[in-house]
Each structure stands twice: as C-alpha cells, then as structure tokens.
C-alpha cells in the first residue's frame, strides 16, 4: 500500500503530526529508529521536569529558612528518582504506542531514509522495510553538537544525554554552555549539594534572554556560591585520574568530579538521503518554504529545519503539516509568537520581542514597562522575591513579555496570548487578574509607567 | 475645601478606588477605621497564602516521599512564621500609606458614617471631622457571619481572624462551613499535622464548585484522613473544658483543641447612616444600578454591595468607579468573567459559567470536554496527579472553565481571556501553549472530545 502520510522520527513534532494527520483520516506510518517521545520525552524536557520537581522541597524550604520559618532537611535518594523517571518514561512511552494504534497509525520500529521517488526504507531489527508514500514529514530532531576539544568522553565528560543517565550525582561539576539545558539541570545538581562551575564564552548567563534577566540569574547564582566563568573560552575538557579536566585557551584549568557539555544542539539530517530527494541543507538545517515544504510533497518540522528547538513549536507545526497534507489548509504556515521557559527557581519565561529587538524593528516607539516581584505577595509567600516582569511595547502594542524569578512560567500562556493579539493600553482592563497571584505582577508590568528605549 | 471624591473604606476596593482617582487628578480622602488593606491583607487572603508558602515545602516533600523519592521532614516555626506575616502586613501597609502621600491622597483613620447632603463624618481618635465630597464611595467590606449557636468565643470557637492570630496550631481542629476559607485554613493546619474535622450543612465540600471538583477534592482530604461530615446541621459549638464542643442537632458531639466557624461573610453596612442617605439595602447589601450607584452620587463596590466577595472583583469595580466620577466613562460597568482561586494543593480554579450554569441558559447547545492532570508531565513531576481541568461550552464557544489539582491556579488567567473573548474551536491553535507545562492541561481540555450536557 501507498500511506497517505509517512512520518520520520517520532519526538514532539513526529508523533503529533502522525496523531494529527490520522486524526483527519489519512493513513499513516510512522518511522522510529530508538524511542517514542524523541528527545523531549526520553533525554530533554521531561527527565530535566521530573528532576526539578523531586527537589522542588529543598529549595522551597531553603527559602523559608533563610526567613527563619522552616527548618529540617530534605533528602532526594537519586537512584530512587531515576528508577522513577524511567518508570515515567516508559508509561507515557506506552500510553503514546497505545495512542497510535488506536487511531491506526503503524508505528515502523527502525532507522529510515529516503530510498527513491516517494519511498523510505527502514533498516529494523528483522531486515528492511519499504514505505512508499504521498507524502512525507521529515521530524527527525536533534542532537547535542560540540566544538573540537569538548567531545563527551562518557566518563567524566558528558553531554546532557549521559548527564541524565548517570546513577549518581557528583560532588562537584563544570557546566560548559551557560544555555537553558546547562542551567536547568546546573540547578538540579545544586540542589543535590554539588558545587558547580559554569563556563561560557559569552558575557552573560542565558544569553538568548535579556541582558536583565541574565543579570538577575547571576546574581542568584552568585548567591548559592556558583563560580561564574563568562568571557572564558575553553581550549578542551577530559577525564584525567578520573576527574573532569577543563583547560581554557589562557592555560588556566578547572577539576571537577564531572563536567557537563551544553553548548547547543544542531539537526540530525546527515545520511538519510536528504539531499538526493532535493532536500536542501544548510548548516545541516533542512530548508522549508512558507508551507514548512523542503521539497515536493516533502515537508520538515521541528529541530530539523531549525528555526525554532522548543517541542511547542514542532508540535505546532505538525498540527499545520497535518491539515495541509490532508487539503483542510492552503495557505501558508502563520508561526504565533512562540512561549520559551526555564524552569526551576528562578523561573525564566520569554515571548515575543525582547527590548533590543523591537528597538531594532522600530527604534521611534519602543518601550519598555517593569514590575519588581518584592511587591507580590505569592513571591513574598514563598520567601522569592527577586526578579521582575518586563512588558515591551512598540507602536502602542504589546510586542513581547520576558520575567525571571518565583514561578514566572506562570505568566507565558497569558503573555503570549496578549503579544499575539497585539494588547494596547485600553485592552489590559477587559480581564480580571485574580488577587493574590503571581498573575498580577504582569498586571503591575503592563499599567507600569513605560520608558522610551534609547 | 471639598474633595471630589471621599472613600470610605481602605480594602481592595476602597484603597484602588482612591489611587485610581487621583490617578485621575481627583482631590481624594480615604476613610479607614482600621488598618490600610482591610480584610484582603489583613486576615484574609495574604495571610493565608503566606501560610500556605511557609508549608508548602512539607506538601510537596509528602508527595515525593509517597513515591520513594525524597525523605526527611519540615518543621515550620509558627511563631516564626506569624512574626514574619506581621512584618511583611506592616511593611506592606507601610508601601500602601507612601503610595497615598505620593498620589495627595488624604488618609483620614476613624470610622466614617454619612452625616448629611454630601458629608461624612469621621470618628477619630482625637475627636470629629467632617468631610465635604462631591461624589463618594462605599467599600466598607465584610465580616464574618454566624448562624445562631455558632458565634465565636475567641477562646476555642474562632471566627477566620481569630484563627490568624493564633499563637500555636492546635493539634485538632473542627472546620464548620467547607467553602475557600475553611478548606484554605484547614489545609494549613493539616500540614502542621493537626487532626482535621471538616462539617457543612451542604452535601458537598466546596459547594459554590463543580460537583466532580468537591469530589475529586474530597477523595484528596479523605487521604489525608480528614473527618469529613456532610449534611450535617450543627446545633451549637462552644469552648468548655477548654476544648471545642461541637453539637450536632442529632445530639452527638464533636471535640477537639478548636473550633473555626467559616460559614460565610456578610457586608458591613450597618449604622454609617446608609439609609438615611437614601440607600438602598437588602440582606444588609447594598443595592446598585448598573453604574454601581446606590444614590445619587454614592457609589458602593466590593463586598458591599454583595456581587462578588473577591478582592479582584472590588478592584475592578474601584477603576470603573474612579473613571466614572471622573466623568472619563459614560456607559454602566462591564463586568468581565471574574476568576476565582482556591490556593493550596491542590489548587480549584472557576471562571465562567459551569456546566449546570450553561444548561440552564441553554441546555440544547452544552457541552464540556476535559482533561486528566494524570497526564501531564508538570503533575507527575510534583508527584500530585489527581485532578482535571473542564472547559464548558454552549453554542460552540467557551463559557466557563474550572479545574482543581496541583498548580492549576496558573490556568485561571488564560482561562478568564479565553472565557472572555468566547473562543471556538478553531481560536485554541491561535497560540501556542508551552511545553512541558501545567497549562498543556488546559490545551488538552479545549482540544478533547466534547460531551453534551443532559
């Protein structure tokens, strides 16, 4: 049989293409070649999730004893957590097979590549497997990608993947890449009681966010007695006598129990007959039109194409592939503002434009409104003030909403529901915030008074 | 000289309606018998979301220990935790009277009653003064009722202030009326380990929710080994022996170190000359026109005039108000959907109308789809899975979402956008929720099979 659909890869953007396009009646396959979830669900967002959430107590009574209200101590037995997250993984891994099969999507276990006109091949387990298909989406995600000098070893030089597979954490760990996944699973580590070391060649922590916001991070850090190396650029890291070695370019170097490589991921497009099928690649990403296409009857999503490495995202966009291979849309992709989290404590959260970039988009009308948190009474009851919730507005409009601090991830769906419609002053006051709430310090940000950006 | 506008009143209400007004440029008096944010700050909502934060810490440590994760233990210092309440009131009641200094709003301390044409006259520590007004406002608030034999001896029975001010939790405690403020107070005292006895005339715990939101919210206290007592009618409770004594109307006895009587809250209208002045009041509220006028140029918001005992639905009432007086608006007050929270864990969120609600407006066009919390990643994260999220439709848009379980407050303010802008299906991919997050619960809610209301 010919499928309607062939789907490659089975991570975020994969799987809901699948369940969406089998949703609308098309018959679909979808390829595999390791786990259902891809890297979200097995070596990203949720292990890091069930992480934060474990040892989510010692940092709320942390807190509370720096205010002299809680005492005591909480202990999180790692294996005890890992033996749990596998258990977590593997459930959700068999609610999502269960998922397929009863909307009859056939789940092809193995690696598949393009193999000729409107085919992929799969090489599983038993032998190949040919797939022809009207259609095809390539979801093939990504993978940690490193400078020369920062190779994971496996030993004491791991990427995130190993990070999350170790059975034990260390006493002491060099993050190199001060990014989201660096600091989400740094924060992990240090609630464990390791010391931690963060390197990055950038000036700041989290670079992609606000220059503010980055402040206020490290100021945090700072705080728990994180060192912070920025502006440091890394000649290589390596086990020696069974330590973490990193050696930067001045000749400086740092020891540590393990050492963490996080400097970013790049598309898995290599050697599945990509470019034979007219795919073009640039940097490895998968290039695609305004109908997320890459070529005929071809499209890509997600990590793979590049343009944004947030799971929300691929699955947004496999809901569009979904409806226009199906013919229920023609027009092309309309890509909302996309919602960005750290989670932990402080939270990040970002949507839309940041300060720097509206003012670039139109320097005349740009400004920004701010609330501090000290002021809300939820960061007060949960003894976390510091932080701030920034509005930037451009034309009169609400063009991007960024906040650091307690449970700030709270304000991402309102905030890019306001960005996407484009709220002016007399919008704000149609809804009612609900007292106390966090909610209500984005309340405070956007009847803040608002200062021209220069 | 005459101030535009005299408040009387320095809740949620009262205290905006002055800060909004001479926003406006109004010359303003604030008439406050007691402390600057009124019951809201005082002894009721920020208090009890301090208490919560101080625990939560034993909340979530209990989760993970149930799953073998975590162990240890939290001991909260409730002396320390009641002397740092007091500071932040003090401190926060400090930032509010600075607030007023800024904006040349007069304070005036003593209580306030209309004394004639466009007069009010305060009774002050340090004798009478009279205030001249050209418009005022009411926003006196409410206190806590009692139904005959249940009043409050301040011993062992307690009224929701008392309880606030107690120097030690007690180790067993009966809860007579199962709504927010009972279910918040005694979840507090639940994690300090007191014995919790819930008893309400009502069928249902939480009997202004959902009736699956008081079950699923039963089935949760009924873990925790709460005593809960259900269309039972109270005779009387009364401190002898220095316990609590409880008598049911069927004869048999409850007893336990307290007593707190939380059946419900009546406005505070009563001899500040009200209907001399030609107000209107029934069951002690006072009535309003669609301009929330009670006389010619008397306004009444908040608890006062009965519509909504929430502090964010005074606040919004207040701006209208403030707007109104400045002659900046002209048409009646628009009420948008007014979300309401009941904190702790887990968390119930409202906002819209509910599903028996809908039926009766329309009972040919209800629908409700929902979700299960069991599903996401955020709850099992926080090991805290029971509970779900159900959105309302009638004639095909959303009319009301409620939800209960862990975290799910962070929903109410998308909700009440949502609710408010009445989307359809096709609104809900317009943005794009993130993930992982508690907030994917509400995607999954809009998105799952609709059911229709018999």
Redesign the interface.
């Known amino acids: 049989m010919t499928f309607d659909l062939v789907v490659i890869g089975a991570g ?1 953007g994969g799987f809901d293409a699948a369940v969406d396009a089998a949703g609308l009646g098309l018959s679909v396959a979808l390829v595999e070649k390791d786990f259902l979830g891809g890297t ?1 669900l097995n070596r990203g ?2 292990p890091t ?2 992480w ?6 010692i940092e ?2 942390h807190n ?1 004893a720096r ?11 790692f294996a ?2 890992q033996n ?1 997250v596998q258990k ?1 993984l593997a459930g ?1 891994r068999k ?1 999502m097979g269960l998922q397929l099969k009863k909307l009859g999507v056939e789940l092809v276990e193995g690696m598949g590549r393009l193999s000729g006109d409107h085919r992929v091949t799969v090489a599983a387990a038993d032998g190949e497997r040919t797939l022809d298909y009207k259609k095809l989406v390539v979801a093939t995600g990504s993978r940690p990608i490193f400078f020369p000098g920062l190779e994971p070893d496996g030993e004491c030089v791991l990427d995130s993947d190993m990070f999350l597979s170790m059975e034990a954490m260390p006493e002491s760990l060099i993050v190199v890449g001060a990014g989201f996944i660096g600091l989400e699973m740094a924060q992990v580590a240090h609630r464990f009681g390791c010391r931690i070391t963060v390197v990055d060649a950038m000036d700041r922590v989290a670079p992609l966010e606000d220059p503010e916001v980055s402040a206020t991070l490290a100021s945090v850090f700072k705080r728990w007695k994180w060192d912070i190396r920025l502006e440091e650029r890394v000649a290589g890291v390596l086990t020696r006598n069974g330590k973490a070695e990193l050696t930067f370019q001045s000749g400086d170097k740092l020891i540590a129990d393990k050492a963490l490589v996080a400097v970013g991921r790049g598309p898995v497009t290599m050697d599945i007959g990509l470019r034979k099928a007219g795919v073009e690649l640039l940097f490895n990403q998968i290039q695609v039109d305004d109908y997320l296409m890459a070529a005929p009857d071809i499209y890509a999503i997600g990590d793979a194409n590049g343009h944004i490495q ?4 691929a ?2 966009q496999a ?1 569009y592939v979904a409806l226009h291979a199906a013919g229920k849309v023609e027009g092309p992709y309309v890509c ?6 750290l989670y932990g404590a402080p939270e990040v959260m970002r949507v839309g434009m940041m300060e720097n970039e509206a003012f670039l988009a139109d320097y005349d009308s740009t400004e920004v409104s701010t609330a501090q948190l000290a ?1 809300n ?2 960061a ?4 976390a003030t510091q932080g701030f919730v920034k509005v930037v507005w451009s034309g009169g409009k609400v063009v991007g909403v960024t906040a650091v601090g307690h449970d700030v ?2 304000l ?3 905030a ?2 306001i960005v ?1 419609q484009g709220w002016t002053a007399d919008a704000i ?9 966090l ?1 209500e310090a ?1 309340l405070t940000a956007l009847t803040a008074e608002r200062k021209k950006v220069q």
């Open positions: 975020p979200c967002c949720i999730k069930l934060l959430g474990a040892t989510s107590a709320e009574l509370q205010m002299k209200v809680a005492s005591g101590e909480v202990t999180v037995n005890g957590l749990r977590h959700t609610a947030l799971a929300h995202a699955s947004h809901r909302p503002p996309v919602p960005s989290v002021a009474p939820m007060q009851a949960h003894a991830s709270r991402v769906t309102p890019a529901m996407h006051h149609s809804i009612i915030f609900p007292h106390p709430s909610d984005l």
